[in-house]
């Protein structure tokens, strides 16, 4: 990988930051001095050090963040916020994105991440990964509807959906609900409760396989995963599947 790329995500600056610190002299390759923002090093291999002190090559991020409405789950827009840049810039130097997509008026948990081949376990229809959403519903959620659920209901186009197990929190002019899924249809919780005939006002997504939301999460504010957790998302997932 390129030299300036691992310095930045080693927490040393942004690429511009970089490159004046190589030119200035203090990195080494293996006791080189290195100049060139675009020199190749081999990170598990080269002893890369700055101003003497060696450099701990980085390669992944995973952040949790409680998402807000109004901003996209995507890398980029032309037009619209995404959840790439309400992150700081020292961890959009890492290149995340988001694992799955939230629609822009959904809140909740929304994890990030560069390591691709989580992402795409966590994704995969194969591995039925449980997601648990919180919302409010017009209306009164019955239990006819966790039936209906249970048994699997029918989009407009014909698709019947996995069996999802809906908890009634609160039922009465309007319902409080949780409501766990294992496929991720795009509006499936909405589209889910239109074949009911009621209409979701609210919706939060609270957990996401082993990863639950920290509720010390303000909107739109994120934070790393502690080790624990992405050892016990990781461990429900066999990466040659
Ligand atoms: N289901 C929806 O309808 N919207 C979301 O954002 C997530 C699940």
Known sequence: MRIDKLLSNAGLGSRKDV????????????????KSSKEQVEPDADVVTVHGEEVQYREFIYLMMNKPQGVLSATEDKYQETVIDILQPED???????????????EGLLLLTNDGSLAHQLLSPKKHVPKT??????????????????????????????????????????SD????????KFHQVKRMFEAVGKKVVYLKRISMGSLQLDEELELGEYRELTNEEIEELKSGYNPED
């Not at 659920?149 to 069996?163: A, H, L, M, Q, S």
Request: net charge negative.
């Open 133 to 174: 959403y919180f919302a409010v519903i017009e209306g009164k959620v019955t239990e006819q509807d966790t039936k209906a659920f249970r048994d699997g209901v029918e989009f407009d186009e014909g698709y019947v959906t996995k069996p999802g197990e809906l908890n009634i929190l609160k039922s009465g002019l309007t």
């Open 92 to 106: 959009q130097i890492f290149e995340p994105f988001p694992v799955g997509r939230l629609d822009k008026d959904t």
């Open 19 to 34: 490159k004046k610190l190589l030119k200035s002299g203090a990195v080494k390759v293996n006791e080189t001095v290195i």
């Open 177 to 184: 609900i949780e409501l766990t899924i294992t496929e991720g």
